[in-house]
């Protein structure tokens, strides 16, 4: 995608067109949504890596819960306008996002699917946004546990368990106290914090389309919004290579942490065959994974979106023509947001980057916007 933007600083927009809520509940507002939605997942968490935003993962999937719970109330619960919505985000990511692994699109596809499921049989929107939440951070904690448990095997709980006892029994105590073993009281604790974060976007997300229709039946000032700030998608880009660096570095420093408990806590020549083995069995896993396994899933995921995408390819070309808009709304909106407490800069920005998407009207005079037609198409070719 080409585009040419203009440099000035452009205050936070509204459109002419839909000065307050009556305007709310349209196509117009979906496709605005959807196209968060889509840059939160393809686009955004490059800016909050790049702005060092702590607990970024669930940062990214709470906000898909807030859109999506805005979407079910501007749509009326129609679950076909969801599901809608969750194929094209799912194109665009794979179209501006080509290397995601399939886990991102898998968390993608479950939560657009539970919140059709949800927002049709529960009644209320608020206590389904809650359940929406909790289920929603659940799978996305289960996700990353069964992800390590591939990698490194069981031999990671047992490490766990050869550690936590070793300084218990270091400190004079009976390891048997702790009950059901320690790596289980780990995940426990891990997955509770998850189902907490869960529970907070939940009511978060419940009361966000009554605060958004406030904040659009008090906005009366026009403005003009330039079409992308250059310095948003230079932190975007960067972040690629950072992210795959800080990944390799992750696996090694957790290989060699449980390799450290192996050799130092099992006596004699057990701890070095549990440590061989465990390097043997990740190294397979590794090749597997990213030359066989994950490159089929994707072509698989690839082939299934492809045969979409001349569907909802008008939407597709829609939504990717405002991006560069919606990352230099992003980013001026971050930036007006410094100063604030963390919970009060993240409400700010949440709320009035929802309501800025909803009314800005893009500058077309002076600004080059085109769609490359092969973006599509490199859809179902890309490997």
């Known amino acids: 995608m080409r585009v040419r933007a203009a440099t000035q600083k452009t205050p936070i927009p509204t459109r002419d067109a839909m000065p307050g809520q009556d305007r709310i509940f349209s196509s117009f507002s979906i ?18 890596h790049a702005f060092k935003t702590p607990f970024t993962g669930m940062t990214i999937g709470g906000i898909a819960v807030v859109l999506l719970t805005l979407l079910a109330f501007i749509s009326e619960r129609k679950s076909s306008v969801l599901i809608k919505a969750t194929v094209i985000v799912l194109i665009i990511k794979a179209v501006v996002s080509p290397h995601s692994p399939p886990q991102a699109y898998m968390a993608v596809v479950f939560q657009g699917f539970t ?47 050869l550690f936590v006892n070793y300084v218990i029994t270091k ?141 909802y390819r008008d939407e597709v070309q829609g939504i990717l023509a405002i991006f560069p808009h919606l990352k230099h709304l992003a980013s001026s909106i971050y930036s007006e947001s410094a100063g604030r407490p963390i919970l009060k800069r993240c409400r700010f920005f949440l709320m009035r980057m929802i309501a800025a998407t909803l009314v800005f009207d893009p500058v077309t005079a002076g600004t080059d916007v085109q769609i490359d037609e092969n973006d599509l198409s490199k859809l179902g070719s890309s490997r």
């Not at 496709?31 to 800016?47: H, N």
């Not at 927002?119 to 289920?135: E, N, Q």
């Open 171 to 311: 400190l004079g105590a009976d390891p048997s106290v702790i009950g059901f073993g320690a790596a289980v009281w780990l995940v426990l604790i891990y997955l509770s914090i998850y189902a907490l974060g869960g529970m907070i976007i939940g009511w978060i997300a419940g009361w966000v389309p009554g605060e958004v229709m406030g904040m659009l039946d008090q906005s009366g000032e026009t403005c003009r919004v330039v079409a992308e700030d250059p310095a948003v998608r230079s932190a975007g880009d960067g972040i690629k290579g950072t992210r795959k660096r800080r990944t390799r570095w992750r696996i090694l420093l957790g290989l060699l942490g449980i390799l450290a408990v192996f050799v130092f806590l099992l006596p004699g020549i057990q701890g070095a065959y549990k440590g061989l083995y465990l390097m043997l069995r990740t190294a397979v896993v590794i090749i597997v994974w990213y030359l066989f396994v994950a490159p089929l899933v994707i072509r698989g995921i690839r082939k299934i979106l492809n045969q979409k995408s001349g569907k």
């Open 31 to 48: 496709q605005r949504i959807t196209a968060l939605w889509a840059l939160s997942e393809a686009g955004l968490g490059g800016v909050f």
């Open 115 to 161: 919140a059709a499921l949800i927002f049709r049989l529960i009644p209320r929107l608020p206590v389904a946004a809650f359940f929406l939440g909790v289920i929603s951070m659940l799978e996305s904690g289960v996700q990353k546990i069964v992800s390590l448990t591939i990698l490194y095997g069981m031999s990671l709980w047992e490490s766990i368990n």
